[in-house]
């Protein structure tokens, strides 16, 4: 039984492990022409490239994440009626919040996509990794023994990349994979925090979805921290890079389209003001979540009218006194 599961997951996984290591392979083509093929900064740079083209790939989830979670944060009201209204009765409360979930085309575990589909790419760059370094004869996808053999034994700062925490003796593989597992739970943490701190309206901080972001704040930091210290150093190098990436993108997102009613909104308005001021520029409210900038106008002033010149005759006629009847 063992066997046939291992076998359905190596079908599903042997399209991951061409995927990745055709991209991998192809960075380090060009990295290793400028560091050599066995040198380390090499495949560190692979792994990051990889990792930022994954992230580009995620770019059109990630809007949708984001337009998901800002319906989930305006809509929180109406989810307060409604458990106001159906506490009493929990499947008729369920039905309606699905019912006003469909209505705004929100999903609330949008969220979680891009975590849950980098998954797969996550496992199937550590079997890369792990097989390298362990069996590095038999080849995954497009990595050959040859290749196998320069990524499980380049070594980056000291450390082997398919070095681990906790499988290692040398206090330098382990100072460096603490420092990147610190990272990681870092950027975790900070991104959630940055979400939760300036683009939450203040009706969103209470109530279900407010209870959810709160979990997820101190609960992933302290799953990656766990399970950072089995990870190999290459893998440690790719999450860290993805937290990094996501939280600029999160950090774009948050200062140029701000959900309304949010921290980060009366600052993005702050800045239109002072940058409309700069330029002569009167800001006016729209009702929406924009500004509108209109030209400040003068006051029109009625032009001066020049006196007509008059002839001779009709300056003479002007004077003579009118005649009596």
């Known amino acids: 039984m063992l066997n ?3 076998e359905i997951g190596s079908f599903i996984m042997a399209p991951l492990y061409f995927v990745i290591s055709a991209v991998l392979v192809g960075f380090h083509k060009v990295f290793g022409n400028l ?3 066995e040198s380390g900064v090499a495949w560190v740079l692979s792994i990051i490239g990889l990792t930022l083209v994954i992230r580009m790939a995620l770019i059109p989830l990630f809007v949708k994440q984001i337009k998901s979670s800002r319906n989930m944060q305006l809509i929180q009201p109406k989810v307060k009626e409604l458990q106001k209204k159906y506490g ?5 409360l369920a039905q309606e919040t699905m019912k006003l979930y469909k209505e705004t085309g929100t999903n609330p575990f949008a969220s979680c996509l ?12 550590f079997r890369l990794i792990d097989q390298a370094a362990k069996n590095p004869h038999q080849p995954k996808g497009l990595m050959t023994e040859k290749l196998n053999v320069q990524f499980g034994d380049a070594i980056f700062l000291g450390a082997k990349i398919s070095d681990t925490f906790l499988k290692t003796d040398d206090m330098g593989v382990r100072v460096l994979a603490a420092i990147l597992v610190l990272g990681m739970t870092a950027t975790t943490f900070l991104t959630q925090r940055q979400l939760m701190s300036k683009n939450m309206p203040a009706d969103a901080l209470t109530g279900p979805y407010a209870q959810q972001q709160k979990m997820l704040l101190y609960v992933l930091p302290v799953v990656f921290a766990v399970g950072g210290i089995a990870f190999p150093v290459g893998v440690l190098f790719y999450w860290t890079t993805s937290n990094l990436w996501t939280m600029g993108q999160q950090f774009y997102v948050i200062r140029n389209n701000p959900a309304p009613n949010t921290e980060a909104f009366k600052a993005k ?3 239109d003001k002072a940058k409309a001021e700069r330029k002569g520029l009167s800001i006016e ?3 929406s979540t924009a500004a509108v900038a209109t030209e400040v106008e ?25 005649s009596k009847k």
């Open 285 to 287: 409210p729209s009702g």
């Open 4 to 6: 046939f599961f291992g």
């Open 88 to 92: 009493h009765d929990r499947e008729r």
């Open 35 to 37: 560091f050599g093929a």
């Open 114 to 125: 891009p975590i849950i589909l980098q998954m797969p790419i996550f496992l199937a760059l």
């Open 269 to 271: 308005q702050e800045r």
């Open 298 to 322: 003068e006051p029109a002033v009625a032009p001066r009218t020049q006196p007509k010149r008059q002839t001779k005759a009709q300056r003479q006629q002007k004077r003579k006194p009118p």
